[in-house]
């Protein structure tokens, strides 16, 4: 009977440890990074598809063991989002010394080219940037367009938009005579249309980033292992598939 007793003793004290080493023990659980952006068709898409930006930096932060997700909202909302760290990041924007004051940014990962957006029906001649002085312009509110654009700002009457779709909608109801896009934007937003055109002079290359919140503690270490998987998923092959080149 001692013995038993004994055993069950030392059995009770085993699960006790046991149990208490469960608990002590930390929960690793998938490190979730939540970005934001606007609509920004082929780049960021609205609903469950994910647009070329989103696959570009969802990719990467996933291969290094994060999930990912983007949420759509107006530009001026994200920005404020990630100011507050009330998201992690941005998945896609373009830098500025004024965001760089809240934004961690990764090195360059994309290029964008913008051109004027034009109605064929009432035609203006936009060659470089300072063809824009005197017009109305439709631009996406808080966009950082670059120094030829800003250059060329004060002279011109700005329409102030939402978001690309905006402002091409500004030309369409003849608010302005111009809208400001990215070209892969243009052509995707183009598709169906007519009279509305976009041209093939470039009036400004923006680079585009990812950037993470500095309200985020672990931002400089989530920059560095996505730049580190992005190589990465430039050797393997996988950044030429998710843009559909050669």
């Not at 038993?4 to 030392?10: F, N």
Request: net charge negative; charged share 25%.
């Amino acid at each position: 009977i001692r013995k038993d007793r004994m055993g069950a003793l030392t059995l009770n004290r085993i699960m006790l440890i046991a149990l208490t080493l469960v608990m002590a023990s930390p929960v690793f659980a998938e490190e979730s990074v939540v970005l934001g952006n606007d609509a920004w068709p082929p780049f960021i898409l609205e609903g469950a598809e994910r647009g070329t930006a989103e696959e570009l930096v969802c990719q990467a932060l996933e291969r290094t063991g994060r999930s990912c997700s983007v949420r759509v909202d107006e530009w001026n909302k994200v920005l404020d989002a990630a100011r507050t760290g009330s998201i992690d990041g941005i998945a896609a924007a373009w830098l500025t010394p004024e965001r760089e004051e809240y934004l961690l940014f990764s090195e360059p990962y994309l290029t964008n080219r913008i051109v004027p957006v034009i109605d064929a029906n009432r035609p203006v001649d936009i060659r470089t940037a300072s063809d824009l002085a005197g017009l109305r312009v439709a631009l996406v509110k808080d966009y950082a367009y670059g120094e030829e654009i800003a250059a060329v700002m004060p002279n011109i009457d700005v329409v102030n938009s939402s978001s690309s779709e905006a402002a091409i909608q500004a030309l369409r109801d003849g608010r302005a005579d111009a809208a400001l896009v990215d070209e892969l934007v243009a052509r995707d937003l183009l598709e169906d249309a007519s009279h509305i055109i976009s041209t093939d002079n470039v009036l400004a290359f923006r680079s585009l980033h990812f950037a993470v919140s500095l309200q985020n503690p672990q931002a400089q270490e989530i920059i560095d292992d996505f730049h580190r998987a992005y190589e990465a998923m430039l050797s393997d092959g996988s950044v030429n598939e998710i843009l559909n080149i050669d």
